[in-house]
């Protein structure tokens, strides 16, 4: 999967449609993704007018996917459904095109875009003998929407055995899950993957951006290991149409920019400050 996730979700429905209809909103999607993507490819810099830009950009094209012509609900036989992702990776891509021209990546050895995060690893051999030959290493790993990673190899081998074993995996220095909507449940399983994904890499960020929030205001996520929620409509209603919000995406940003520069593990300077965590 590239990081341009939406690109790739038009394409494969370009291949695989059989519907008349359908496809006619596909090319018709297809032409103004293509424009949407040069426009944002455009605007250079990383100034609060760029990225203000940029959202301009983004609210056009949702108001223009989200019609409801390219939905199959509500008894509209064509269109696409939820499950086929069409119009959740329009926010995933946008991260892609928002964060790519961070000035601490340039020139680093990174992966943008959906990847599968490593979360921890735990020896399971089949059996003593099995154990004499090979590690019998099993690498967990949680899909996430997008992400700033690192490919890692981790080699392992048994002592004695001469033969080893090569694992490939992402470790996000970033790791973002994308929702239309956040409801308690999506919420819930956000948690648990946060937790997870710090357990494998203490020092990543987890975020999590949403066009609305509509968990209850009971439940605190400062009491989380998500580090952060960006509420893009700044509303717990999706039926309230705002649009995506400029000051809240440059927030996001700025955010994922001064993480990429910081110290991530320097307990001696943390010492001298006094301030240990």
């Known amino acids: 999967m590239s990081e341009r996730i939406h690109d790739d979700n038009i394409a494969n429905k370009l291949r695989s449609e059989t519907g008349a209809v359908n496809n ?18 455009s605007i250079k ?43 959740s990776t329009v926010i995933e891509e946008f991260m892609y095109h928002l ?16 990847t599968k995060a490593y979360s921890n690893l735990y020896f399971a051999p089949t059996d003593l003998n099995a154990f004499e030959k090979k590690s019998g290493i099993v ?3 949680k899909d996430q929407d997008f992400a700033i990673s690192k490919k890692i190899t981790i080699t392992t081998e048994a002592s004695g055995s001469g033969e080893s074993e090569k694992k490939e995996v992402s470790v996000p220095v ?31 960020l987890f975020l999590i951006v949403t066009e609305t929030y509509e ?21 717990s209603r999706r039926n309230l149409r705002l649009p995506v919000q ?6 996001l940003y700025r955010r994922v920019a ?15 400050s006094g301030l240990l965590i």
């Open 24 to 41: 006619t909103y596909l090319k018709e999607i297809n032409k103004r993704y293509q424009e949407w993507r040069k426009a944002l490819d």
């Open 45 to 87: 810099g990383d100034s609060d007018a760029a990225i203000t830009k940029k959202v301009k950009l983004l609210n056009e094209y949702k108001d223009f996917i989200d019609q409801p012509k390219f939905r199959k609900e509500k008894g509209n036989l064509n269109g696409f459904t939820p499950q086929s992702k069409l119009h």
């Open 99 to 114: 964060l790519k021209g961070i000035p601490a990546l340039k020139g680093k050895e990174l992966v943008f875009g959906p």
């Open 139 to 141: 690498i967990n790993t």
């Open 174 to 204: 970033v790791s973002i899950e994308c929702k239309t909507f956040l409801d308690k449940t999506m919420y819930e399983g956000s948690v648990a993957t946060a937790e997870k994904i710090k357990r494998g890499n203490p020092y990543s």
């Open 215 to 235: 968990v209850s205001p009971d439940v605190d996520p400062k009491y989380s290991q998500i580090d952060q929620i960006y509420v893009l409509r700044k509303s």
């Open 246 to 251: 400029a000051d809240i995406v440059i927030a």
């Open 258 to 272: 001064a993480h990429l520069c910081a110290d991530w593990r320097n307990v001696e300077k943390r010492i001298e």
